[in-house]
C-alpha cells in the first residue's frame, strides 16, 4: 500500500489537517502537544511543511524526521526548517505526549533583521538525537519566551504584533543558541571523541586514496561516519578548535598540497587533480585564500 504524503503550506492548513479550531493569526501558531492526536491509519503518513517548527515535548511523539525518531524521556527541544520530511511513526491519542509546537510560515520574518541571519540558527537543520536538553531554569526561560509570544498574537494584532512576535521569536532562538552551547560544554568529554574520530577520518580519507576515486572530501562524508549531521559536526568542531569543518578540510588539503609543491616536480594542475579538485584553478583560488600566494609563487619561496 503506497505511504501518503501531506504536504503543508500554510498555518491554516495544518490546522485543518489536524483537525484544530482556526489559527487566531495566519502566519504563527502555538499548539499544546496534548492537542496532538494521529489514527491508526494516519501511521506511515510523510509530511513535508513549508513551516518553521520549535518544539518541547517529553516523550517520543511517535514522529520521524528524516531516519530519526524523537525519543527522549525528559523535556528537550527539537527544531525543524521548510520542506524537511517528517513520517508518523505510531498512532497518538489525545493527552498522550506534553508539551508544545510553535510553528511559524517564513513570511512572518520577511524582510525583518532576523530573516537575514537566520542561518545562523544552524539547529533547524540538526538530527532529531542532536535535541536540546533543556534544565527546569531554562525551560522556565523559553517557556516564558513563548507564552509572550502566544499573548501577543492572540490578544493584540496591530501595527506592533509583527515586531513585537519577531522579537520576542528571536529572543527564543537567541537562548537556544546559548544553551546549546552550553550542552557542548557540559559534554565535552564526548566532544573531544568526535573531533577525535573526525581528524582520523579526514587522514584515512586520503591515506586509503578515496580522493583519486571520490575527489574532495564532503563534510556529509565525515558526519555519516562518525554519526551526526553535517551541521551539528561543523558546529561542535567551531566550538571544540575554533574552526568548522569545512576549514578543517581545507586545511589539511593545503598542507598536503605545501607538501607535494615543495617535494615533487609535478605541474599544478597535476597537484590540483592529484588531491581531488576538478578544475585547477579551484585549487589555485583556495591556496592563495589560505596562504597568501598562488601555487606557483608558493613552490618559488621554497
Same mark, same amino acid.
Not at 136 to 148: F, H, L, M, R, S
Not at 152 to 173: A, F, P
Not at 220 to 225: I, L, R, S
Not at 237 to 258: M, P, Q, Y
Given at each position: 500500500m503506497q505511504k501518503k504524503t501531506l504536504e503543508i503550506k500554510s498555518i491554516s492548513q495544518l490546522h485543518q489537517s489536524m483537525g484544530w479550531e482556526k489559527p487566531s493569526h495566519p502566519l504563527i501558531s502555538l499548539i499544546e502537544a496534548e492537542k496532538v492526536a494521529v489514527p491508526e491509519e494516519g501511521v506511515g503518513t510523510k509530511i513535508i511543511s513549508d513551516l518553521y517548527m520549535i518544539s518541547l515535548k517529553d516523550k517520543n511523539c511517535g514522529v520521524e524526521y528524516g531516519r530519526n525518531h524523537f525519543d527522549f524521556d525528559e523535556g528537550v527541544m527539537v527544531f525543524t526548517a521548510p520542506k524537511q520530511i517528517a513520517s508518523v511513526t505510531k498512532a497518538i491519542e489525545l493527552g498522550d505526549i506534553h +508539551?508544545?509546537?510553535l510553528y511559524f510560515h517564513p513570511d512572518l520574518i520577511h524582510g525583518t533583521s532576523l530573516s537575514q541571519h537566520m542561518d545562523e540558527y544552524t539547529f533547524f537543520n540538526y538530527e532529531v538525537y542532536e535535541a536540546l536538553h533543556l534544565s527546569e531554569q531554562e525551560e522556565k526561560i523559553i517557556t516564558d519566551c513563548i507564552q509572550n509570544i502566544k499573548q501577543e498574537y492572540q490578544q493584540r494584532i496591530d501595527n506592533h504584533s509583527q515586531r513585537v512576535i519577531v522579537s520576542n521569536l528571536e529572543l527564543l532562538l537567541n537562548y537556544c543558541l546559548r544553551y546549546y552551547e552550553r550542552q557542548f560544554n557540559t559534554r565535552k568529554k564526548q566532544s573531544v571523541g568526535v573531533v577525535s574520530q573526525f581528524e582520523k577520518a579526514l587522514k584515512q580519507y586520503f591515506s586509503a586514496n578515496i580522493h583519486e576515486l571520490e575527489g574532495l572530501p564532503s563534510i556529509q562524508y565525515f558526519a555519516n561516519k562518525i554519526h551526526l549531521s553535517q551541521h551539528y559536526l561543523s558546529d561542535l568542531l567551531k566550538k571544540e578548535t575554533g574552526r568548522s569543518a569545512k576549514d578543517h578540510i581545507n586545511d589539511f588539503v593545503i598542507e598536503k598540497a605545501k607538501n607535494m609543491l615543495r617535494g615533487t616536480n609535478g605541474s599544478i594542475s597535476e597537484i590540483a587533480y592529484s588531491l581531488g579538485f576538478?578544475?585547477? $584553478?579551484? %585549487?589555485?583560488? *583556495? %591556496? &592563495?585564500? &589560505? !596562504? +597568501? $600566494? !598562488?601555487? *606557483?609563487e608558493y613552490r618559488s619561496l621554497n
Amino acid at each position: 500500500m503506497q505511504k501518503k504524503t501531506l504536504e503543508i503550506k500554510s498555518i491554516s492548513q495544518l490546522h485543518q489537517s489536524m483537525g484544530w479550531e482556526k489559527p487566531s493569526h495566519p502566519l504563527i501558531s502555538l499548539i499544546e502537544a496534548e492537542k496532538v492526536a494521529v489514527p491508526e491509519e494516519g501511521v506511515g503518513t510523510k509530511i513535508i511543511s513549508d513551516l518553521y517548527m520549535i518544539s518541547l515535548k517529553d516523550k517520543n511523539c511517535g514522529v520521524e524526521y528524516g531516519r530519526n525518531h524523537f525519543d527522549f524521556d525528559e523535556g528537550v527541544m527539537v527544531f525543524t526548517a521548510p520542506k524537511q520530511i517528517a513520517s508518523v511513526t505510531k498512532a497518538i491519542e489525545l493527552g498522550d505526549i506534553h +508539551g508544545w509546537m510553535l510553528y511559524f510560515h517564513p513570511d512572518l520574518i520577511h524582510g525583518t533583521s532576523l530573516s537575514q541571519h537566520m542561518d545562523e540558527y544552524t539547529f533547524f537543520n540538526y538530527e532529531v538525537y542532536e535535541a536540546l536538553h533543556l534544565s527546569e531554569q531554562e525551560e522556565k526561560i523559553i517557556t516564558d519566551c513563548i507564552q509572550n509570544i502566544k499573548q501577543e498574537y492572540q490578544q493584540r494584532i496591530d501595527n506592533h504584533s509583527q515586531r513585537v512576535i519577531v522579537s520576542n521569536l528571536e529572543l527564543l532562538l537567541n537562548y537556544c543558541l546559548r544553551y546549546y552551547e552550553r550542552q557542548f560544554n557540559t559534554r565535552k568529554k564526548q566532544s573531544v571523541g568526535v573531533v577525535s574520530q573526525f581528524e582520523k577520518a579526514l587522514k584515512q580519507y586520503f591515506s586509503a586514496n578515496i580522493h583519486e576515486l571520490e575527489g574532495l572530501p564532503s563534510i556529509q562524508y565525515f558526519a555519516n561516519k562518525i554519526h551526526l549531521s553535517q551541521h551539528y559536526l561543523s558546529d561542535l568542531l567551531k566550538k571544540e578548535t575554533g574552526r568548522s569543518a569545512k576549514d578543517h578540510i581545507n586545511d589539511f588539503v593545503i598542507e598536503k598540497a605545501k607538501n607535494m609543491l615543495r617535494g615533487t616536480n609535478g605541474s599544478i594542475s597535476e597537484i590540483a587533480y592529484s588531491l581531488g579538485f576538478n578544475y585547477p $584553478h579551484y %585549487f589555485t583560488r *583556495l %591556496f &592563495k585564500s &589560505k !596562504t +597568501g $600566494h !598562488t601555487p *606557483l609563487e608558493y613552490r618559488s619561496l621554497n
